[in-house]
């Protein structure tokens, strides 16, 4: 079973358009995340959310929503996609300080 | 935030040498966390440190933590094919879950065969 799945995997669209991706864990984790990882490998946080509450908003533009409907989901939606968007966003959730499990990663990129 | 450096960016090994990578901070860190990503993949957690001088060692592995809590290291001895990947150390600021996990640049190990 995987404990955090998001989806989906790989997403191409073009500059303009509105997209989601979606994250679910079992793992029973109160905590979850996005971060975002650009080309050059650099992971940069970009939410955390604990128990649907929206703890940490790194400077990120008003286009990207996330939204927690229960503390097992915690889905990302994007408005106005540009071509900087275009990277590897993960879903993350944590119990333990410091201690994060990732999702594959959902790989976007924008025309 | 605390930032953490990491040195060297790339590094590519024979099969068989060993590898360390670096992580610095110009400020004393709580804690200091290493993740692996393979390529194409995602990071996944390796270790934890929290006590100054702190050494862990899993397999071929080892996890340093400074006297004065501002470095760490992680060394690989006899690197392996499976070992390619980068290599990110983390610092955790703030003492909950939903806490800020803050990442260096990474380093990427190649290792020919």
């Known amino acids: 079973d995987t404990a955090v799945s998001q989806t989906p995997k790989y997403l191409v669209t073009q500059m303009g358009n509105d997209k989601s991706i979606k994250c679910e864990q079992n793992l029973g984790h109160d905590t979850m995340y996005w971060y975002k990882q650009d080309s050059k490998k650099f992971l940069k946080i970009m939410f955390s959310?604990?128990?649907?509450?929206?703890?940490i908003n790194e400077t990120v533009p008003n286009r990207f929503s996330p939204k927690s409907p229960d503390k097992a989901h915690l889905n990302l939606h994007i408005n106005s996609l540009e071509l900087g968007d275009s990277a590897v966003y993960f879903c993350a959730s944590s119990q333990t300080p410091g201690i994060i499990y990732f999702g594959e990663g959902s790989w976007l990129t924008v025309v | 935030g605390q930032q953490v450096m990491q040195i060297p960016q790339y590094q590519h090994v024979q099969e068989g040498e060993d590898f360390t990578t670096y992580c610095n901070s110009s400020?004393?860190?709580?804690?200091i966390q290493w993740y692996k990503q393979r390529p194409g993949g995602h990071p996944v957690f390796l270790i934890q440190?929290?006590?100054?001088?702190e050494v862990k060692k899993q397999k071929r592995l080892t996890f340093q933590f400074g006297e004065a809590k501002k470095n760490s290291s992680l060394h690989i001895t006899a690197t392996q094919t499976t070992d390619v990947g980068t290599y990110f150390c983390?610092?955790?600021?703030?003492?909950?879950?939903?806490?800020?996990?803050?990442f260096g640049q990474g380093t990427i190990l190649t290792v020919h065969p």
């Open positions: 959310y604990n128990n649907k509450e929206l703890i």
């Open positions: 983390a610092h955790y600021a703030g003492g909950t879950s939903y806490g800020k996990l803050t």
């Open positions: 440190l929290v006590k100054s001088g």
């Open positions: 400020t004393t860190l709580s804690n």
